[in-house]
C-alpha cells in the first residue's frame, strides 16, 4: 500500500499545522543561524568596499612631502621638484600650522592640541586630499583668504559642536566655520604623538591656503604636498626620484608613502583582525543554531511513532513513510531560510548604523552578501 504524493503533502502540511508553534520556532532557530552567520561574515567585505570607495572618493593622497617642522619654502617650489616627474598624476601644496583650538561646547569651553590645514581652493577642491562635508556647506572661491575654515568632523562629534560656529585658534583668533568635515588623513584622528582615535584631544581645521598664510603670517609659503601617482606606477621608484629632487634643490623634507599613515594603516589591519571575531561568533551561532534545529525536529518526529507504526501494520513501504518526515524537514528548512534573509537583512543594518557611528565615512556600501548568504542557507537547509 503506497501514499500518492498528494497524500504525502496533505499529511506534512496538516504536521505543520498541527506542529505550528515548533514549526515555528525550529524555522526561527534555522533563520537566526543562517542569516546571523551571513550578517556576521559579511563585515570584512563591507568594511573593505567602502574603505576603498571612501579613499578613492576623497583622493587619498599616495606620497606625502613634509618639510622639515619650522621651515617653509616659496609656493609652487615643491610643485616645481615633484610635478615633472614621471608617475606623478597630481599634487596638491598646503601649509600645516600646530595650533591650540578652543571651542563653546554644550558642556563648556573646551581646549586641545591642533593643527590649521591650508589648501588650495582656488578651483573648489585641492587636486588630491579632498574634503568631504557632513554637515554644513562646503568652503567656495569665495572664501579663499577670508576667516572661515571647516571644523574636523570626529571632534565636532565627540563634543557635539553645531554644523557652524566659531573657535579661536593661535594667536586667540576667532576663526568662523562653516561645516564639519573629514579628509582622507582625518577619517579616524591619529595626529603624530597622538593615540589612535584621538579626537577628544585633536582639533583640525580646514581652510583655505592664503587663510592659513595669514593666521600663520607666512604669505606665500607652503610646508607640505600631497601627490597622487598614475595607476600602476612604481611607488617606490617615485620616491626615490622625490628624494633625489628634493635633495638636489636642497630641500629638507620627509618623504613618506599612505602606508606610514598611521590612521589609514590601523583601518586596514583591523578589517582582518575584526573578522576573526566576528567568523569564530559566526561559526558559534550557525552550530547551535543547526543542532538545535535538528534536536527539535528529531523530536517532533519522534512523537510520530505510533503513526508510522500504523503505517508499516498497513504495508507502506519504510522509505515512502521516511518521506513525511523529511517534507516536513525540508518546508521547515525553507521557512527558516526565507526568514533568514530578513534577519540577515536586519544584522546588516544593524552593523550598519554602528560603524556610521563608530566611524563616519562618505560611502559605506552594505550590499546583502547574496552569494554567501545562498551558501550558507543551502548548508543549513540541508
Do not use: C
Request: charged share 20%; net charge negative.
Amino acid at each position: 500500500m503506497a501514499a500518492s504524493t498528494s497524500t504525502l503533502w496533505r499529511w506534512s502540511l496538516r504536521d505543520l499545522r498541527a506542529h505550528w508553534v515548533k514549526v515555528g520556532a525550529i524555522a526561527l532557530v534555522i533563520a537566526l543561524g543562517t542569516g546571523g552567520y551571513a550578517g556576521l561574515t559579511s563585515n570584512a567585505e563591507w568594511r573593505r568596499v567602502s574603505y576603498a570607495e571612501s579613499y578613492e572618493s576623497l583622493g587619498m593622497y599616495d606620497v606625502r612631502v613634509a618639510m622639515i617642522p619650522g621651515s617653509v619654502v616659496e609656493e609652487g617650489t615643491l610643485d616645481g621638484v615633484v610635478g615633472p616627474i614621471e608617475g606623478v598624476r597630481a599634487i596638491s601644496e598646503r601649509l600645516l600650522v600646530p595650533t591650540q583650538v578652543e571651542a563653546e561646547a554644550p558642556e563648556g569651553p573646551v581646549l586641545v592640541r591642533g593643527e590649521i590645514m591650508g589648501a588650495d581652493l582656488s578651483s573648489g577642491q585641492p587636486d588630491v586630499a579632498r574634503f568631504h562635508v557632513f554637515g554644513g556647506r562646503m568652503l567656495s572661491e569665495a572664501d579663499v583668504g577670508a576667516p572661515v575654515a571647516m571644523l574636523e568632523n570626529n571632534f565636532a562629534s565627540f563634543y557635539d559642536l553645531p554644523d557652524s560656529g566659531e573657535v579661536t585658534v593661535r594667536g586667540g583668533t576667532r576663526l568662523g566655520y562653516v561645516a564639519r568635515a573629514t579628509t582622507p588623513e582625518y577619517f579616524v584622528v591619529s595626529p603624530p604623538g597622538e593615540l589612535f582615535l584621538s579626537e577628544a584631544g585633536f582639533a583640525a581645521v580646514f581652510t583655505s591656503l592664503e587663510t592659513a598664510q595669514a593666521l600663520a603670517d607666512t604669505p606665500g609659503a607652503v610646508n607640505d604636498a600631497v601627490v597622487l601617482l598614475e595607476p600602476g606606477a612604481d611607488r617606490r621608484a617615485v620616491v626615490e626620484a622625490i628624494e633625489s629632487g628634493l635633495a638636489a634643490a636642497g630641500l629638507g623634507a620627509d618623504v613618506t608613502t599612505r602606508d606610514d599613515n598611521t590612521g589609514y594603516t590601523t583601518l586596514l589591519a583591523d578589517i582582518d583582525t575584526d573578522q576573526q571575531m566576528f567568523n569564530a561568533l559566526a561559526i558559534l551561532l550557525f552550530t547551535g543554531a543547526v543542532v538545535a534545529a535538528y534536536l527539535m525536529i528529531h523530536r517532533m518526529t519522534q512523537q510520530q511513532r505510533r503513526e508510522f507504526g500504523v503505517a508499516m501494520a498497513l504495508g507502506v513501504p519504510p522509505r515512502q513513510i521516511a518521506l513525511r518526515p523529511l517534507l516536513v524537514s525540508a518546508q521547515i528548512a525553507f521557512l527558516g531560510v526565507l526568514l533568514g534573509i530578513g534577519v540577515g537583512y536586519l544584522v546588516s543594518k544593524a552593523f550598519e548604523n554602528l560603524l556610521r557611528t563608530f566611524l563616519p565615512l562618505p560611502v559605506w556600501k552594505m550590499d546583502f552578501q547574496t552569494g554567501l548568504f545562498a551558501g550558507v542557507a543551502l548548508v543549513g537547509f540541508l
